[in-house]
């Protein structure tokens, strides 16, 4: 089994009910997501940054911004009543049956457009933490 360190898992559901692909929402000129993946990439602190969806639109989206989306996410963490924690352990084991594991693990949200004013640093604690999720 390949050992990483870190994975940025940016957490993208397409089904959202109030605000209909709100994660992909035009915001100051670029889909919303794009601003937490290109925060996680630019901080050099993971090892992937990976877009948990259960929508095709979205995963392009999040590819062309650089984003991997290895896999889809099930219809039961993409339900209304799915809880953040059961998309990050589905996305773990899931990498794990792939072959892949991660030490540590930090959840960003998609509308988080603001992350991107985070410095780059400030995200070494990640790395450094004794933590296995942030």
Do not use: Q
Not at 54 to 70: F, M, T, Y
Not at 102 to 107: L, R, T
Not at 121 to 134: E, H, P, Q, V, Y
């Amino acid at each position: 089994m390949e050992r990483k360190n870190a994975v940025a898992v940016i957490t993208a559901r397409g089904g959202s009910k109030r605000i209909p692909h709100k994660n992909i929402k035009e915001f100051c000129g670029r889909p919303i997501i794009e601003y937490s993946i290109e925060a996680a990439l630019k901080s050099g602190v993971f090892d992937e940054v990976m877009v948990s969806t259960d929508d095709r639109e979205i995963a392009e989206i999040a590819k062309r911004a650089g984003a991997a989306v290895p896999f889809y996410r099930s219809k039961e963490a993409a339900g209304d009543y799915a809880a953040t924690h059961e998309v990050i352990l589905e996305v773990l084991e899931e990498y794990e049956k792939r072959g892949a594991a991660f030490e540590k693990v930090c959840c960003i949200y998609p509308t988080a457009p603001f992350l991107l004013l985070c410095p780059a640093a400030r995200f070494n604690w990640i790395r450094n933490s004794k933590n296995k999720s942030l």
